[in-house]
């Protein structure tokens, strides 16, 4: 799988900003998506996931209630849609691909796009 983020971009403390991450390469609606974001001189943190039917989301504790994570099969396609944008939310955010089986597991990662939330 291949997957391509964009939508990153400086915004104002208050704002929203749309992430979208489109996939090709295998089968995207076997997968479940997931988005995770790197700040500046720190680990790399999980943000939420959603499953391949898009029907559980699980969000980190720091951005539920403020982001939110939906996909379009038909498009290949999974969004973060992130309001109410704290300069905390800096980063830069990857999506993942994953998959697994008894035995087996894919996890794909994407290049990164930047989110600069201003204060």
């Known amino acids: 799988v291949q997957l391509q983020a964009c939508g990153g971009g400086l915004v104002q403390a208050g704002g929203s900003l749309r992430l979208s991450c489109e996939a090709s390469g295998r089968t995207f609606s076997n997968y479940a998506m997931g988005w995770f974001r790197q700040a500046p001189g720190k680990e790399r943190e999980f943000v939420g996931v959603?499953?391949?039917?898009?029907?559980?989301?699980y969000y980190a504790d720091s951005v539920k209630g403020r982001f939110t994570i939906s996909r379009d099969n038909a498009k290949n396609t999974v969004y973060l849609q992130m309001n109410s944008l704290k300069p905390e939310d800096t980063a830069v955010y990857y999506c993942?691909?994953?998959?697994?089986?008894?035995?087996?597991?894919?996890?794909?990662w994407g290049k990164g796009t930047l989110v600069t939330v201003s204060s």
């Open positions: 959603i499953t391949w039917s898009g029907g559980r989301l």
């Open positions: 993942n691909a994953d998959r697994r089986g008894s035995m087996w597991y894919q996890n794909y």
